[in-house]
């Protein structure tokens, strides 16, 4: 139950703040996305749990990516090509933020000082490697000292969904789509003061992989949301701000 408050609370502090200059304020007034044809295409859906943001579906294709937030933030990032800008909404407060990849690729859904970027690779460490089936899938599991990854390699894929993915777990993926992170804890946890020494930590899990067919909506922002400025107030939304005067002081609002 402390691990489960521990982990909500955490991931709340550690929503993205962004800036309100005139260049986020540029940035975030592009054009909704025009909705193209129903065309539906070959996809890869994901069942995921990251240990801050909860559980999550994640949707891969070659034109688009999606994830939908089903644990207590229930945010969902959508983009596309070719642009791949990064719309992340919500459709209970009906508000979006929007930002270039460029721009999320440095700040990613939560804060860098609460949570910052691990390296994308492995490449320096000494670790094994094989070669597992999850699901009908093929995913690599490497391991090295204190940690363990698995990934999908899956070439079709655009360049931009594995920025994203990375962006958005801020762990390493050796350049794939990630299926599992884990990891020797070691220091004090920054919110209960207690020592984690020689604690496993699980960064993300996969609990199913299929194979879909999606419509190209599925990586659209839905019409009628207002655009606003931060990051923060979407991926959190008013209910989870609202929640105890506590969680408004830690978010500052």
Not at 26 to 32: E, R
Not at 66 to 75: D, M, P, S, V, Y
Not at 128 to 137: K, R, V, W
Request: with cysteine; aromatic share 8%.
């Amino acid at each position: 139950m402390l691990r489960n408050k521990r982990t909500f609370v955490f991931s709340i502090i550690c929503l993205t703040v962004v800036s309100s200059s005139k260049h986020a304020l540029a940035d975030n007034t592009s054009k909704t996305p025009t909705r193209p044809s129903d065309a539906v295409e070959d996809a890869i859906k994901l069942k995921q749990t990251h240990f801050f943001m909860g559980t999550s579906v994640v949707t891969v294709a070659p034109n688009g990516i999606r994830l939908e937030n089903t644990a207590q933030l229930k945010f969902t990032l959508v983009a596309k090509a070719p642009e791949w800008r990064i719309y992340v909404y919500r459709l209970d407060d009906k508000t979006y933020f929007s930002q270039s990849l460029k721009a999320f690729e440095q700040s990613g859904l939560m804060s860098n000082f609460c949570f910052p970027f691990k390296p994308a690779m492995f490449t320096g460490k000494r670790c094994t490697s094989e070669t597992l089936t999850i699901d009908g899938f093929k995913v690599i599991q490497l391991i090295a000292r204190g940690e363990k990854l698995r990934y999908m390699d899956i070439v079709t894929l655009p360049l931009a969904v594995k920025k994203i993915l990375y962006a958005s777990y801020k762990m390493p993926t050796n350049g794939g789509i990630p299926v599992q992170y884990m990891y020797h804890v070691s220091g004090v946890d920054l919110v209960t003061g207690m020592n984690r020494k020689n604690e496993i930590e699980t960064v993300l899990d996969t609990a199913t992989i299929k194979q879909v067919k999606v419509s190209q909506h599925e990586f659209e922002l839905p019409p009628g949301l207002t655009a606003i400025n931060s990051m923060r107030e979407v991926v959190a939304g008013n209910n989870t701000r609202n929640r105890d005067d506590d969680i408004k002081a830690l978010l500052r609002m």
